[in-house]
């Protein structure tokens, strides 16, 4: 009988003061978060692999429209941001917070515009001015490619340590420069408009070749963990 209590102790110690074993076991290290930031709005799901790096895949969307009128030509413009990430963060330390990250994410912002006559007005197009009956419907469009490498840090983690609602960061980049893309209904028919198109879109896209060669990302959020 003594033998019996002292196999049952040795058991009830081993699950409420040795746990490591059996409770770490049964730890799903999953959570399920929903972010906003530069990339929009949307959910997230991370898992923890190894103490130190988790995988986590996320979707971002958001829309947002204008149109404004001006000397005789109504201007509508759309900014587009639907991403889709895959991410692994490395933690520094075992089962901490502060991770740096590495993965990629799709076409991170689309902006398009379109300029539409309403009345009798002039373009302006690499310096030249043409009347909108010479230029039609213009579109224009400033596109990411449609994968681009990412790269940056946060804090946050999916780990169970600690309680299970937490606040998420991340701070990063979205590696590849946009493309530019300009055309118009009257091009066409008017060679000197179709060489202004080119010669504005090359302008374009030369400074963003310079100056924009990365889409921030910056994104805050609330994880619950189990």
């Keep these: 009988m003594r033998s019996r209590c002292a196999t049952l102790l040795g058991a009830a110690l081993l699950l409420l003061g040795g746990r490591t074993p059996l409770l770490l076991a049964q730890h799903k290290d999953v959570s399920v978060a929903f972010r906003f930031g530069t ?13 130190h790096i988790d995988a986590r895949v996320g979707a971002n969307f958001f829309k947002y429209s204008k149109t404004k009128a001006n000397s005789g030509i109504t201007y509508d413009a759309t900014l587009k941001l639907q991403a889709f ?3 692994i963060d490395f933690f520094p330390s075992n089962r901490g917070s502060f991770h740096l990250t590495g993965g990629i994410m799709t076409d991170p912002a689309k902006i398009t515009g379109e300029g539409k006559p ?3 007005g002039t373009f302006e197009i690499n310096g030249n001015t ?3 009956a010479q230029v039609g419907n213009l579109t224009g469009s400033v596109k990411f490619p449609g994968v681009d ?3 940056g840090l946060g804090w946050g983690t999916p780990a169970t340590m600690g309680g299970a609602l937490k606040f998420i960061f991340d701070l990063g980049v979205a590696i590849g420069t946009a493309k530019v ?3 118009s209904t009257g091009a066409a028919s008017n060679p000197q408009l179709a ?4 010669a ?8 963003l070749d310079k100056y924009a060669k990365v889409y921030p990302v910056l994104s805050f959020g609330l994880a619950y963990r189990f």
């Design 130 to 132: 043409y009347t909108t």
């Design 200 to 207: 504005q879109v090359k302008t374009t896209q030369d400074d």
């Design 181 to 183: 893309k300009l055309t």
């Design 195 to 198: 060489s202004d198109l080119q």
């Design 118 to 120: 309403t009345a009798s």
């Design 149 to 151: 490498p990412y790269v």
């Design 85 to 87: 990430s895959a991410l």
């Design 39 to 51: 990339l929009g709005f949307g959910p997230e799901v991370a898992k923890l692999l190894t103490s």
